[in-house]
């Protein structure tokens, strides 16, 4: 199994990117987007459950960010919109079987990790 995360960069505040995450190996019921800002410890940003379900953390994800997921392709997306200086962090993208969770410790599955930073 493998989660394979592109996408990130350097962008200017304001701006908009789009994290990408190809999973291979066998296929999930939940998967989402966490972040490690430096000196933080990692957050959770949001998840979806099959392709229309999903939960977002709404200090820093709600109204901004919206996850997607293509099932067929087992591809993970997260679309971020008005970025911040504050959003600059390593995104991982995470899968799990069973419910649908904010929690690491319910994720079997990493990325290896993609970098956004957000200049102002």
């Known amino acids: 199994v493998q989660l394979q995360a592109s996408g990130g960069g350097l962008v200017q505040a304001g701006d908009s990117l789009t994290l990408s995450c190809a999973a291979s190996?066998?296929?999930?019921?939940?998967m989402g987007w966490f972040r490690q800002a430096p000196g933080k410890e990692r957050e959770f940003v949001a998840a979806?459950?099959?392709?229309?379900?999903?939960?977002y953390n709404p200090d820093s994800a709600k109204g901004r960010f919206t996850i997607a997921r293509d099932v067929a392709k087992n591809m993970l997306f997260l679309q971020m919109n008005s970025l911040k200086p504050e959003d600059t962090a390593v995104y991982y993208c995470?899968?799990?079987?069973?419910?649908?969770?904010?929690?690491?410790?319910?994720?079997?599955?990493w990325g290896q990790g993609t970098l956004v930073t957000v200049s102002s």
């Open positions: 995470a899968a799990g079987s069973g419910d649908i969770s904010n929690q690491e410790r319910f994720y079997d599955y």
């Open positions: 190996g066998r296929t999930f019921s939940f």
């Open positions: 979806i459950r099959g392709s229309d379900g999903t939960w």
